[in-house]
């Protein structure tokens, strides 16, 4: 896998989905997408892109009262996790993180941050920035890994 590092910028909602939902395009089972960025920057926004690339029919929204979300997709489940709630890493154990980490389908990491230590060195890294002089819908999305969309 390429380990380019490159940036996208996005105007509105609908661009950023459309960005994600292209960039699924690359994703294997095994992949592991790290997503980064403040709250209400678009990493849900990004998620339900991603998902809709993978061809899941379900409305994908944040996984508020667990920390993983199952979805089957067109070719391989997808796994959107979320993990701005959980208070120590052990949860992620609890979970059993590593048979999705390493498992059959693509995993989706809202605030990939926090579990640093968890993350393994092949993982792709996004990070959603605003500008709020570039306009208040404004992201820059820059992608570390995981081919171009
Ligand atoms: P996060 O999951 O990072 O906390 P959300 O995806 O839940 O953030 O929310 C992002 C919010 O920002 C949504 O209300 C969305 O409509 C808005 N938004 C405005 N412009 C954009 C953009 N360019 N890309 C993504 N979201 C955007
Ligand atoms: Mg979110």
Known sequence: MSNDCYSTETYNMEETMDF???LAGNA???SLYCLVGDLGCGKTVFA???????GVSECVNSPTFTIMQTYSGMIMP????DVYRISDVSEM???GYE???FGDGVCLVEWADLIEELIPSDAIH???EKDIDKGFDYRKITVRGGGRA
């Open 126 to 128: 996004i990070h959603i």
């Open 93 to 95: 154990y609890e979970l």
């Open 99 to 101: 048979e999705y980490f």
């Open 20 to 22: 994600a939902n292209k």
């Open 48 to 54: 339900k892109g991603f998902a809709e690339g993978l």
């Open 28 to 30: 294997s089972p095994g």
């Open 78 to 81: 997808f796994y959107h996790f």
